[in-house]
């Protein structure tokens, strides 16, 4: 049976997201700000229906999904584009797969202990963060 998620989770550290944000073609100026940005996470986890919102200083994120249904996401926030999502469980990871015009493009949640693991991937680029659950 798949963890649930629910928490609140705070930023503690991240690798690689200018390659990731280059992958995604965010321009210099806007990759400068997000790479200052500790943002948190907070997931909302009720049977499939699941919300994980990122929350920052500068703009906040909200994806609402069913797991397993495959929905029409609007990227224009990130990154002015929008994909065919589809987010399931593999083991204890949930997996989300955007189809668009980028490739390869997707996420990855799991947990070790407290803290939440997030791997970001856009063509051959992958940023990693993670996050410690607070409550």
């Not at 390869?104 to 407290?114: I, L, P, Q, T």
């Given at each position: 049976?798949?963890?649930?998620?629910?928490?609140?989770?705070?930023?503690?550290s991240q690798k690689n997201l200018e390659d990731y944000l280059q992958a995604l073609n965010i321009n210099v100026?806007?990759?400068?700000?997000?790479l200052l940005l500790k943002p948190d996470k907070e997931i909302k986890h009720q049977g499939n229906h699941m919300v994980v919102k990122t929350l920052s200083t500068f703009r906040n994120y909200v994806m609402e999904f069913e797991v397993g249904v495959e929905f029409e996401?609007?990227?224009?926030?990130v990154d002015g584009r929008k994909c065919q999502t589809i987010?399931?469980?593999?083991?204890?990871?949930?997996?989300?797969?955007?189809?668009?015009e980028v490739p390869?493009?997707?996420?990855?949640?799991?947990?070790?202990?407290?803290m939440l693991h997030l791997e970001l991937t856009a063509k051959s680029a992958v940023c990693k963060?993670?996050?410690k659950k607070v409550r």
């Open positions: 049976m798949p963890p649930n998620l629910t928490g609140y989770y705070r930023f503690v100026a806007l990759r400068k700000i997000v996401e609007d990227l224009r926030i987010v399931t469980w593999e083991e204890e990871q949930l997996v989300c797969v955007q189809k668009g390869n493009r997707g996420w990855r949640h799991w947990m070790e202990g407290d963060q993670v996050f």
